[in-house]
């Protein structure tokens, strides 16, 4: 049976990844977060406490639990702050502690969570393209990108070194129930559910949005699979932010709430990132479980959901 | 008057940075090393014992000293390991740390070390040229290379976010007194010091060397300077390994001693690197001390010099 560490467990992308572990049998799956209750167990699942960004920290876990494979999805995400915040040099750091322990433990395949931010979203053939793997030039224009992008370039220096495969999961836009409140999708909800009119940009952007249930299992079939290097993870599909708000008042019959324009565009907000997925649906072999417009009406429709209105 | 925290001061290059810091004047310095006996002190420096790969060692000190500079030259330098071992990482998750610590105890400008290898050796327009700060693509072949060229990325974007200055410079191959026993010219020397012959490759790749004296002067013009971001650290003169073992032979009355052609080349030995250095002479004012030959004859007549001949 293989042995799996993943970090990050609790998030909005890690604890579908380990239902997807689950669902795909066969592994003894280990996953770590700061503070138990956060964690899913269960199923084969064992929870530890851990705080990665200590130093102590995940040496001796991995030493304890000597995982074959790491799915390393932890890193800060604080809304409004992650793209600046110093905190990325920390998760850095702790990311090549948490590898050189994984080594050291005999580790054989990781994967872990990057960000289509490490491409350069400037580059002209975004204008009516997507971002491809390798073509696409890498070119990370905040903090977060570059602690991302030096990451994954450490990992598959190390990795090459070390005799330990690595993949990249370059993450696009994510959503979905357990997503920070103040976040697009259930800032809209909020309000709707409010019955106030949900301020928005002209919403000209477009994103490529993925569920974090879809993004869960894309890293866990990645994880599975033998595919390294660099991989989309998104749903492929272009959507402007327009269209993400006015399916998210479809969904919950207020499309009028919907004020697109009442907000100005941010000047540095890249006006297209949309992921290639050939590699992650020809290589990797997967697919997402359910259409964007479904993922966004389940959501909004959804009782237990943490939302509060937009503040003013 | 400034004060300065420089790392790696009792280095091949980290000792004539703090000896020509002390000449320029106008400094508190402070230097750190893990033991207290291997600084420099005196004429105003103060020394500091800290191991910097343990998490807690630079933040109490820089508290405590909360420099406006910080040059930042030490690294895992170990002859024949240092290019793939497992240490680049410890020593990344060091030099994040003390960029953090730095920027919160107020600091104002940072220099630190990178290399030559963060360079696309392999790239053609070196065949004939000379490596460029922003001409010649970075593209590290080693996981030294890549561990450096990381931290550049990283500093360089934390130093924007965190208002700190950041320069840095690319050492191309240093060489002094203090270098390891086992690196070219003191292997030399300690062959021809036992009148045995010192086999070498053909020795017909091109390269940069600057005196230890030479590159520790630099830095600490570098760091004098208003200058940001990659600033080559050589001397600029192109030289054959074959003409470095011939002055060293010539120095010491043995240039029959020298066999060049006994060993063979290493297949992945790239044929030139040579550093462009109008960046260092034109835009930090700085020029080299002596000549090459000068500094290489000076070091074989030197008496008190730790040498031993090649191992067979």
Redesign the interface.
Known sequence: MKRILVTGASGLIGRHAVAALVRQGGWDIHVAARRLPELPSGDGVTAHAVDLLD?LGPTELLRRTAPSHLLHLAWTTEHGRFW?A?E???W??AT??L??AF?EAGGRRMVAGGTCAEYDWSAPELVDGSCHEDATPTL?H??YG??K???R??L???G???GIETAWGRIFFPFGPGEDPRRLIPSIIGNLRACIAAPCSPGTQVRDFIAGEDAGAAFAAITASGVTGAVNVGSGIPMTIAEVALTVGRAMGRPDLIHLGALPLRPDDPPRLVADVRRLTDEVGFRCGASLEQRITSMAHLRCLDVSPMSP
Do not use: Q
């Open positions: 130093p600046r110093p990325n040099l920390d850095v750091a090549l502690r590898a050189r080594a990370p905040t903090l570059v602690a992008d030096a990451c370039r450490m598959t220096a190390f090459a070194e070390a």
